[in-house]
Every structure is written in C-alpha cells, then in structure tokens.
C-alpha cells in the first residue's frame, strides 16, 4: 500500500503561491514609462538623422516650409505634394547643419506625395517599413520642422485606420492613417514612424481647431506612387474625361434591369480632350458597371481607373432613360493639371 504524507495547511504551498513564484515580476510603473521612453528615444535616432526641412522658393521669395525623410543612400527624399508644388527653389537642411539644394523628381497631387533629389551626399537614409500591419493603438512618432523649429519629435498612438479624405483634384485618398500624434504646420511630408524607426506614413494633414487628431498617408501606397515617379515622373491613371456626379434611379427600375444597387454616376460633362466625349456616351447616362464592377459612386470610378492598364478597352453599362445600355470605352492617361 502506498503511504501519502499529507502536509499541514500552514505548510502546503497553494496553487496560487507556485503560479505567483514562476511569474515573472510586475514591473514598476517607472519601469512601464522608462520602457516607454526608451521606444520613442530609439526611433527617434534610427529615423531622426534621415528627416530634413525643405524651404520652398517662389520667384519673388520665401513660399513655405515642410519637412521630408531621405529613403535612399543616393538622396532621394519622400515629401508631400504640397510642400515642394510649384517650387522655383528647393532647399533642405539636415540635421548636422548642413544645407543642400533639391532638384524635383515627381510630384502626385491625388495622394499629396511628392520626391526630389539632395544634390550632393547625405549621411542617413530611413527604412520603409509597411502600413499593413499597423493597429489601432499601436505607437507611431512624428519627427519633422513644426513652425520652424528643426527636429522635434512628437510620440501618440493610431487612433484609426482606414480613413478617407479628398485629394486636391476632388479624388478620394483612402487608407489614410489618424493618429493622436501632435502635428503643426511644417511637418507636412516628415515621417510617421513606429518603434522600430521604420517610416509607416507621411504625415500630411491636421484638421485646424481639433486637438490630437492627424492624418498620414500610409506608406503602402507611397512606396507604389514613388515607383512611378521615380521612373517616369508622374502617376498614370486611366482617365475618362467626363464630370459626373452621384445619382440614385430607384429601387424599381432597378429591379427591372436585374442591378443590384440603385444608386450610379450620372454623365454631365464632357472634356473635349478625352475618350468619353468620342464615344457612344451621353449626357444623362448613369454609370453603373465598369467591366463588370459595380459603379455606384464617382469614387469607384476612382478606384477602377487608378491602375487600369493602358490602352485596355473598357465595357462600361449605362442607364440610358429606363433602359440598360452597353458600350465600350478605351481609357486614356489622365493628363496633367
């Protein structure tokens, strides 16, 4: 028979005692913030030598001010549209002190990004990480030239993802990253980072009088508009050349052409120079189908035309009075303003 010794409650270990002896300790609230500070101090040296200023130049003098972040060994500088648009001079300042003129590469007014050049050598470049992954509460560190004063850092969390706002040129910027993270005027075009010191976004609005809300565009989609620019200089995108707008037709007619939404882009222009206007288009047709996507709205119109391979014809379905007609279409690029 097998003895068991029983021990004394006083004596016995409880469950909770073992747990509480292999866990690892809680730390200090000191130490939470320290770990904190560390994460922003650590980003801050990865990507903080590679943010410059840019001081835009008119023909009459001064024009504004941004910021940037160089992204290749070879000086190739990542900024917002609107801060070197229309620029007769471009100038950078790096953070050892050091000046350069910038030559421009490209700019992309749809997504506000924009490249130009550093004539002559820089000492760091930033690594681009990826938007992807990023979730709501995560940290993110803003570094660029706020009201001038060269450098500054400012650390928050994403409040959302996912957000949409209107471009220049009326098309509609989606993905757009908000965060708390604090933004002025001149860090449009610097960084948004993550704790590793990889870039996740290019920080380009505020909305005036609200406090801890900005907006980045994420760098998913500037690392796709940077290829374009640096190779040809622009962005191509399909262009149709009409101006439409938003326009339901009802539920009953769409029963009776078998769509499944009643809402589509009604046709009241046409620019001379585009395909639309030489096609079997007419004022008053509804959009509803773009090679067999659904059309509802002028911003899926957007959305089909922005890589539509060029020179690639186009079935497109109207509702011509209360019929459904079909016809065909060769998108052309969109020109330039």
């Known amino acids: 028979m097998l003895a068991l010794s029983i021990l004394d409650a006083a004596e016995r270990p409880t469950a909770a005692a073992a747990v509480a002896n292999d866990a690892a300790p809680v730390p200090t609230e000191a130490a939470a913030l320290d770990a904190y500070s560390q994460a922003v ?8 030598p590679a943010v410059v200023s840019i001081a835009r130049s008119s023909e009459r003098g001064p024009a504004g ?25 471009l100038d950078l300042g790096f953070t050892d002190g050091t000046t350069a003129r910038a030559q421009p590469v490209g700019v992309d007014h749809t997504t506000d990004l924009a490249v130009v050049r550093a004539v002559g050598p820089v000492s760091k470049h930033a690594t681009l990480g990826s938007s992807a992954s990023l979730r709501v509460g995560q940290l993110v560190i803003a570094v660029g030239n706020p009201l001038g004063f060269s450098s500054t850092v400012s650390a928050g969390v994403v409040s959302a993802l996912g957000r949409t706002m209107r471009a220049r040129d009326g098309r509609a910027m989606e993905g757009i990253i908000q965060s708390d993270v604090a933004l002025n005027p001149g860090n449009s075009g610097g960084p948004l980072v993550d704790f590793h010191g990889h870039v996740v976004g290019i920080n380009t609005a505020i909305i005036l009088g609200a406090q801890g809300i900005s907006f980045s565009v994420p760098i998913d989609t500037a690392k796709w508009v940077l290829g374009q620019l640096l190779a040809t200089g622009r962005v191509r995108r399909g262009w149709l050349g009409i101006a439409g707008q938003n326009r339901p037709f009802g539920r009953e007619l769409a029963l009776k052409l078998s769509l499944s939404h009643a809402t589509g882009v009604e046709v009241t222009g046409f620019d001379g120079r585009g395909p639309a206007s030489r096609s079997g288009l007419r004022t008053g047709d509804i959009l509803v189908e773009f090679d067999g996507r659904r059309v509802a709205t002028v911003d899926d119109v957007h959305r089909v035309l922005q890589t539509w391979p060029e020179s690639r014809p186009a079935k497109l379905k109207v509702v011509r009075v209360r019929e459904l007609v079909e016809l065909e279409i060769v998108p052309t690029e969109q020109p330039e303003s």
């Not at 001010?65 to 001079?89: E, R």
Request: charged letters at 10%; a negative charge.
């Open 41 to 48: 101090i650590g980003a801050f040296e990865e990507v903080g």
């Open 65 to 89: 001010a941004g910021s940037g972040v160089v992204f290749t060994p070879d000086g190739y500088v990542l900024t917002n549209a609107h801060v070197v648009a229309g620029a007769h001079q």
